[in-house]
């Protein structure tokens, strides 16, 4: 009865460490999991910040063509007064 009794209680220990040694298994895949995700995700706040600063890269080039194309069509409409007026004058000669 006694061999049974130590039996018994090896056995309860073996199932159980088996159980441990399950979970732990599990618990570290979870962690590897959650750590591969966290990667992850600092790699996607990267490139989310590069395409940010991209962004506001390419609204500042925009921004100066803007200023430069409404310089330019100043000019022009400038100049076109200007040849408006000459020909006024050419005409009344």
């Not at 996607?44 to 991209?54: D, G, H, K, Q, V």
């Amino acid at each position: 009865m006694r061999k049974l009794t130590i039996a018994g209680i090896a056995l309860a220990t073996a199932i159980t460490a088996g159980c441990a040694t399950t979970d732990q298994g599990a618990l570290d895949e979870a962690n590897a999991t959650a750590s591969s995700a966290e990667q992850t995700a600092d790699k996607a706040l990267n490139t989310a910040n590069s395409a940010a600063s991209s962004a506001r890269s390419a609204q500042q080039t925009a921004d100066r063509a803007l200023a430069a194309a409404q310089a330019a069509q100043k000019s022009a409409d400038e100049a076109n007064e200007r040849a408006k007026r000459m020909l006024e004058r050419a005409s009344q000669k």
